[in-house]
């Protein structure tokens, strides 16, 4: 697994495992339009020098490089994540790269993975390109509340919740603003962070309501605490698949508010209340009017719905079969070449 040193450990543990992963860590250039691209660029160098069975990429905006393994006989798996050129944080030329980057990935990599079924519908409609369909997992069962709900200042039940990273297309702001006309005594605790937002990040924090909580990004058990003992999980999420945070949110049984677009709706199905912006209010009003049955039963349904379509399970047999088979065909092939 190939690592940006700037996330991780420094380049000294470049040989270091984590539960049987080689974790590779590679420079990247620290900038927003290039940060990704220019990582995945020395990560395939790197890759085609010590030749593996199997790539799997992620992000379509890599699409280019996935054809260099293939080159070297390395079959490529690309999953191209939601239609990233619809992000409001890219300038045109960004746009115009991941709009290209679409149409590469219809032949570049060996397959193409979806995490939403409306994205591979997307796919197939316009560039009538078969994908793999397989979305992200999550696990189910709620974690109870130790330390970092009363580090933060929050009561169990008596916050909304709200995960992304902090860019405009995932609407933060509109979230705080939404919130901060709901007379109650709840709190609206807003996690997550992101490079090359500050100035949207600024907005957000632009407060005066003592009520909103904005600690950052928070990882591993103090997450999943958040999401197991929230009022609701607020997803305003435009642009994208399959949302991990959606999904998590729903497996620890969180009564989920989520912006009404295809993809999320795909996830949420009945499990949880959709919105627009428009009226988000109205709908935080309505969680509030609320018993704590009739939220215990939304989340019952959020839970139930995730270990029936999302289980962990699932997921990794789906990717086992596909790279297995890849590696199976690539083989084949290399064979009949041999024969003739």
């Known amino acids: 697994m190939y690592c940006r040193e700037r ?20 420079p990247t250039w620290r900038h927003k339009y290039f940060d990704t691209i220019v990582h995945t660029f020395f990560s395939t160098l790197h890759l ?20 260099l393994p293939r080159l070297a006989g390395v079959p490529t798996a690309l999953n191209v994540d939601g239609l990233e050129r619809k992000r409001k944080k ?16 219809t032949f570049c990599a060996s397959v193409v993975v979806t995490d939403a079924r ?22 189910t069962g709620k974690v109870p509340a130790d330390g970092v709900l009363s ?56 407060t005066q309501d003592p009520r909103v909580v904005m600690p950052g990004a928070i990882y591993g058990a103090g997450y999943h605490e958040l999401l197991s003992n929230c009022l609701a999980y607020i997803h305003a999420t435009e642009v994208g698949g399959t949302h991990p945070a959606l999904i998590e949110a729903m497996g ?13 709706t795909e996830v949420a199905g009945g499990a949880g209340m959709a919105f627009e ?49 890849l590696v199976r065909n690539s083989r084949k092939t290399d064979s009949r070449r041999r024969v003739k």
């Open 90 to 105: 890219w300038n045109r030329v960004a746009k115009a790269w991941y709009a290209i980057s679409e149409w590469l990935a």
């Open 7 to 26: 996330y991780s450990e420094p380049a000294s543990h470049s040989g270091s495992i984590y539960r049987g992963v080689f974790l590779v860590y590679l």
């Open 48 to 67: 085609i020098t010590h030749r593996t069975d199997i790539a799997l990429y992620c992000n379509g905006a890599n699409a280019i490089f996935t054809v």
């Open 118 to 139: 409306s994205i591979a519908r997307y796919y197939l409609e316009r560039y009538g390109k078969h994908t793999e369909f397989i979305p992200y997992g999550a696990e």
């Open 252 to 264: 620890r049984g969180a009564l989920v508010l989520y912006l009404n677009t295809p993809e999320n």
């Open 151 to 206: 580090k933060l200042g929050l009561e169990a039940s008596r916050y909304f919740l709200y995960v992304s990273r902090l860019e405009p297309e995932n609407n933060a702001l509109a979230v705080r603003e939404a919130f901060e006309q709901v007379v109650a005594p709840v709190k609206l605790a807003l996690i997550g962070d992101a490079p090359y937002a500050e100035e949207y990040i600024q907005k957000i924090r632009a």
């Open 277 to 325: 912006l428009a009226n988000l209010e109205e709908k935080l009003g309505e969680v509030l009017r609320m018993s704590s049955e009739e939220r215990s039963e939304w989340g019952r349904r959020a839970a139930e719905r995730v270990a029936e379509r999302y289980g962990w399970e699932a997921v990794t047999h789906q990717y086992e079969t596909l790279l297995t088979g």
